[in-house]
């Protein structure tokens, strides 16, 4: 079966599926994009996601002219016509098509754009027994990461270098704080208490980070939203991180030192396992 991309209301080939070259996500970075995981065919936390896209939309004034449900009928359909249960469905809203200008046009309809992309969900329950390796990095990104931006160069590079050095996140760092990953968010234990930097403009409010939480808080895990430093990272208990694809993973490494034991910590596995029971709670996967 070809894989299938939508765009502006159409499902096409994605070989033959494009957009203008003036696109303005193309020459400014001028787009919002989302990223949801689907399991068993249904796509996990689909109403935040949601909440969060309207939102981003929202701040930088871009206008959708599709409403919530056609929005959700179509992404529906695109990861059923692409025939994937395990999959990511990328979406992407630019601000339109329109004459290279700074400013922004008067009247250019905004593009609308999803792919998806199958992903093996089992690997990352695998990858709960070893843990991951971290790297830092300088967090140069601009001030407003709480937006979905498609801006992410700053998070490329990051990512770039995590992976030369042979680790599968970076971790962005300002200052002496550790804000989050170029994709991920950045979590760490303390004599039980579960850390991570706190939502505002300086870290993306990840929707796996508010899943992780509210299921901490349920089952009376303690958690604490307040910055951390590299310093407290290093000799933390435990770390871990969340995103969508993650969606919890353990930190074993952060630059070449083992956090804790260097082996993935019990908050954590109790963390994966309410993750994992909340995913199957959805949308009825289990590895
Ligand atoms: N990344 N921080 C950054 C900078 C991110 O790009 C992401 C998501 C997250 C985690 O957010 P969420 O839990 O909503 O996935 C944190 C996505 C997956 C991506 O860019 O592919």
Redesign the pocket.
Known sequence: MPQLAYVNGRIQPLAQASLHVEDRGTQFGDAIYE?CAVLNGRILDWQPHLVRLRRNLGELGITLGVADGPLTLQARRLIERNGHTECIIYMQISRGTAKRDHAFPSDAPANLVMTVRRFDFAQRIKQLATGIAVITQPDNRWGR?DI?TTG?LA?VLAKQAAKEAGAFEAWLVSGETVR??????AWIVKDGRIITHPTGTA??P????DSLIRLAQGAQLMVEERPFTLAEAMHADEAFL????APILPVVRIDGQAVGSGTPGPVTARLAELTWNEVARQTGWRA
């Not at 989050?180 to 968010?185: K, L, P, Q, V």
């Not at 990840?206 to 980070?209: H, S």
């Not at 969340?242 to 694809?245: E, K, P, R, Y």
Request: aromatic share 0%.
């Open positions: 990223v990461v979905k992410l998070n989050e990953g170029s994709s991920t968010n870290i993306l990840g929707i796996a980070r969340s995103s969508t694809t």
